[in-house]
């Protein structure tokens, strides 16, 4: 039986691992939709996230997004140094 997480539980899974996984990953191509501001931005939504743990599907959707967007994203950040450091930046 796959056990199924809540998008709270997932979004702080990401959260805890976020900064690992910005400095383990290696270079990649970036995709032409990011930018350092998008990736600034995500930073800001992370923090909210993180501050109120409880709201993050609250504050998820008021940014446009989904739990599963918002994992790709900093995926997406996460493979690109560029993109990690302007999101740690932000941080």
Known sequence: MMRRFTPAALLFGLLALGPG???ACDSAPTSQAMSADRARSLAALSKSIEA???QAEALLKEAGLDAATYEAQLYEIAADPALSAAYAAAR
């Open 21 to 23: 996984l910005l400095v």
């Open 52 to 54: 109120n743990p409880a």
